[in-house]
């Protein structure tokens, strides 16, 4: 989903360029009947392509294109106007403008020219040539140095400990300035994958972030618990928000999800004081944990939604470095639902040779080691009152019999978890969709853009589309559309509200492009329709 900004000071123009987009389900349409609205909204969002006249009083198309360059560079731009003169339209292509448009010209021009935007933006979300421009920097030791000096820092550990590593290591951070976490999780990962796999995605998605993020920032980074990763950051000027952190944020998951196919969560922190540092660490730890218990996908949210939905990591107790790697990798398994690889590994791990050690202490270890995991699991999940019901399973966790009876049984719990976990995932997003219905109806007046819905449910906003029309088989803007209009109707039928008071209490700043929707939804206009079903009622 792409955001489109319509910018004209002519009313009937506006509308209709409006009306003229709505319909593409890539696009989240916003408009602004002047310069000076367009950059009211600019500044509380981020905007993907903006098409806007050029001559419009107070700020004009050029003065906004200056704006738009310093808010939100990436964003595309494309000057409508009618008013062909040469040196007025050459000034605008010398100002980089992506394209220009003849009002004259028609719809197919305009739709065209929005378009070629489109296409721009997947082609520079897709490439991959800042990744292989950067294969000696990715192959060099300097990220891993910085990495484990990063985490002395976010562990507590002296300042002397890694301060005086930040100057050999490069490490570009000022101790007496404020700096900001921003966590990134790896929702979904192929546990089939090779581990030189992971780290690849792993690089490949710092690229991403510093891409974005680098002409701004100073940043650094560090991965932690096999698919987390953790940046600490700092302005490189003055005037750097949380606002355009965030919207740019956005950016970097669209990017990681269309060009690498990883759904990537992010948990960005306020601005804090260098010593505040591990703390907030800390508390960010216990946030992704929360996103795992939660099984939330592309989360995008800051840290102070999620303070008080802390969850409790598993304990992990130290064991072999062969037995630990498969139980974890069997906890893995039950969180990304690797059915196949779970089955393998405990087979594997079953099977392992035992050495000169003692069978039954070994098998006693084994079997509180797995069960220990497993507990944790459903305690972490709350799916206890589901499995321990069942007394089969149940006695998997007060008595060891013998390797064969614990496997099968071990084999029929995870059959059960996995089926479970598939119900609580539809069961999700089915309790998720209700939630989004229900405000929709209760504020039908309202923004009730995706950007709007998105911020107002910590969630990103291409996640949130697609997940409404996998649970509802139908488009979000279309269900809006739907229920602005029945409301409408009742309106027109029971109130003597005015045309452009029944607009405005539907959610449409203007009568005349309410009109348009209505009679392209109903076959008539609002008048023609109170006159059929109210004539006692005039507007």
Not at 60 to 74: A, H, N, T, V
Request: with cysteine; net charge negative; aromatic share 10%.
């Amino acid at each position: 989903m792409y955001k489109l900004l319509v910018v004209d000071d002519e009313p009937f123009i506006l509308d209709g360029l409006v009306d003229l987009f709505q319909e593409n389900e890539e696009l989240d349409v916003y408009s602004a009947a002047s310069g000076d609205k367009a950059l009211d909204l600019l500044s509380r969002t981020r905007m993907d392509i903006v098409l806007s006249d050029i001559r419009m009083p107070g700020t004009s198309g050029l003065e906004l294109q200056k704006e738009i360059q310093r808010q939100w560079p990436y964003c595309k731009l494309v000057f409508l106007t009618a008013h062909s003169e040469f040196t007025y339209a050459y000034q605008a292509i010398q100002n980089h403008a992506v394209g220009y448009v003849l009002k004259s010209e028609g719809e197919e021009a305009i739709v065209e020219a929005v378009n070629r935007c489109l296409r721009e933006i997947r082609r520079e979300r897709q490439a991959q040539e800042f990744i292989k421009e950067n294969e000696d920097y990715i192959a060099s030791a300097l990220p891993m140095l910085q990495s484990a000096c990063l985490l002395k820092l976010l562990e507590g550990e002296p300042a002397e400990e890694y301060l005086r590593d930040f100057g050999k290591y490069r490490i570009h951070l000022n101790p007496d300035e404020q700096a900001i976490l921003v966590a990134l999780r790896l929702d979904r990962i192929s546990l089939r994958g090779t581990s030189h796999g992971q780290l690849h995605l792993f690089l490949q998605i710092k690229a991403v972030f510093q891409k974005y993020l680098a002409d701004v920032f100073t940043g650094y980074e560090a991965t932690f618990e096999g698919k987390h990763m953790i940046w600490v950051l700092q302005p490189n000027g003055e005037g750097q928000n949380l606002l355009y952190l965030k919207e740019t944020l956005e950016i970097v998951q669209a990017h990681c999800l269309e060009a690498l196919g990883a759904s990537v969560s992010v948990i960005y922190d306020d601005y804090v004081e260098w010593r505040d540092l591990p703390g907030r660490f800390g508390a960010i730890k216990l946030i992704l944990n929360q996103i795992t218990v939660n099984e939330d996908e592309l989360v995008l949210a800051n840290s102070r939604f999620y303070l008080e939905r802390k969850g409790e990591e598993p304990e992990r107790p130290e064991r072999e470095a062969g037995r630990k790697k498969r139980l974890s990798l069997l906890r893995s398994c039950l969180e990304e639902e690797e059915d196949t690889l779970f089955y393998r590994t405990l087979s594997e791990l079953l099977n392992e040779d035992e050495g000169p050690r003692d069978a039954l202490l070994n098998n006693l270890e084994l079997y509180h080691a797995l069960t220990g995991m497993l507990m944790s699991y459903i305690s972490a999940y709350k799916l206890s009152k589901e499995l321990l019901a069942d007394q089969d399973l149940f006695e998997l966790f007060t008595r060891f019999r013998d390797k064969s009876s614990m496997e099968n049984s071990i084999v029929k719990l995870a059959g059960r978890i996995f089926e479970l976990r598939q119900k609580k995932q539809a069961t999700h997003s089915k309790n998720f969709v209700a939630k989004v219905k229900h405000y929709i109806s209760g504020h039908l007046a309202e923004d009730l853009s995706l950007a709007a819905l998105a911020e107002r449910f910590y969630i990103n906003p291409v996640y949130m589309s697609r997940l409404y029309k996998q649970t509802t088989g139908s488009n979000l803007a279309d269900d809006i559309t739907r229920q602005r209009i029945e409301y409408a109707e009742r309106l027109l039928r029971d109130t003597e509200f005015k045309i452009h008071q029944i607009a405005k209490e539907s959610g449409y700043d203007s009568a005349a492009y309410f009109t348009r929707v209505f009679k392209k939804q109903k076959g008539v206009t609002p008048n023609e329709y109170r006159a059929r079903f109210a004539p006692n009622l005039t507007d």
